[in-house]
């Protein structure tokens, strides 16, 4: 049974980590389509960095920042069936990651498997989505091509060069 409140983290106002204030939350509740994560860890990345220092996030998102959790389903939406309660998930979520409770929705969930490091797993939903959507959804790199990758150094360069790598391509990389 889901306890009705969570704590979670939210910004008091513009500024460096001391703005980062604890509260106590309802726990959200999945809609259709969408999973409810029992958070493990959460990512901390630039997007979060820059929303505490500006004090606020995207218009219509929650204001308990964080865009990466990792951790186990806690329970389903209407709709969810590839998750069911237990699973070991991690997911890029819009907002809400700093807390014990976290939405997400079901096409953006991902498996972690069982001896992948949860704290490892909260680190990768933003780079690997970023990495996926320019090399091989816009980019459309395929086996035997070319990939020239600036920042090779970066969280999505270095998952950019694994994945490419892993579809039969070669690489170039820049670091500075």
Known sequence: MLPSTMNAITIARAGGPEVLEPVTRPVPQPAQGQVLIKVAFAGVNRHDCGQRIRGFGPPGATDIPGLEVAGEVAAVGPGVTRWKAGDRVCALVNGGGYAQYCIAAE??????????????????????????????????????????????????????????????????????
């Open 107 to 176: 096409e953006i969930t991902l498996p972690i498997p069982e001896r992948f490091d949860l704290k490892l797993a909260a680190s990768l939903p933003e780079a690997l989505f970023t990495a996926w959507l320019n090399v091989f959804m816009l980019g459309k790199l395929k086996a035997g091509e070319w990939l020239l990758v600036h920042g090779g150094s970066s969280g999505v360069g270095t998952i950019a060069i694994q994945l490419a790598r892993l579809e039969g391509a070669s690489v170039v990389a820049t670091a500075g």
